[in-house]
């Protein structure tokens, strides 16, 4: 039989679990930062790098169709320079088919080398960086990251410790 502590410490673990895996849905809209990264695989540039990150808020999408939101708090790094949204042609979206991600547009042409990142067309596996120099021109894939949310990572931590705290009680009994 289960005492009035291990009742209530498994009632808690499991509403710590439930929060941490609970999806996010359309009315619970937030901004969803992300990160990243690649390398130039083809070109002049072969083996240079790029990274950087940003922001995008989510309560437009419907997860129906093609959609298109901008993007917030952009910046990448390429060839040691730093870019913002404020150097690019346009303004900074991310692109969306169905539900599921497909990348960053993000262009600029007051660069040399000129630089694009461009979606995937069908999955954000084909997403691509590519650029056009004055006698060359290359690629390379990119990575995206979603940067857990500080509250998931609250709740996880949250869920393991009062498992632990319920394990060691059962032993002392």
Do not use: C
Request: charged share 15%; net charge negative.
């Amino acid at each position: 039989m289960m005492t009035g502590w291990q009742k209530i410490s498994m009632i808690t673990s499991g509403l710590a679990l439930s929060l941490t895996v609970s999806p996010i849905n359309s009315v619970q809209a937030a901004i969803i930062p992300y990160t990243f990264s690649g390398t130039i695989e083809f070109g002049d540039l072969t083996g240079e790098s790029f990274s950087g990150s940003f922001n995008y808020d989510d309560s437009l999408l419907t997860g129906s169709g093609y959609e298109v939101v901008d993007v917030s708090d952009l910046e990448l790094t390429f060839l040691g320079n730093t870019f913002t949204a404020v150097n690019g042609d346009s303004t900074p979206r991310v692109e969306f088919s169905e539900g599921n991600f497909l990348g960053l547009y993000y262009s600029v042409s007051s660069f040399n080398p000129e630089f694009s990142l461009l979606p995937g067309f069908s999955d954000v596996s084909d997403a691509k960086f590519a650029y056009i120099g004055s006698n060359d021109a290359g690629f390379g894939t990119v990575q995206y990251t979603v940067v857990p949310e500080p509250f998931t990572l609250l709740g996880t931590g949250t869920a393991l410790g009062l498992g632990l705290l319920f394990k060691r009680k059962l032993k002392q009994k």
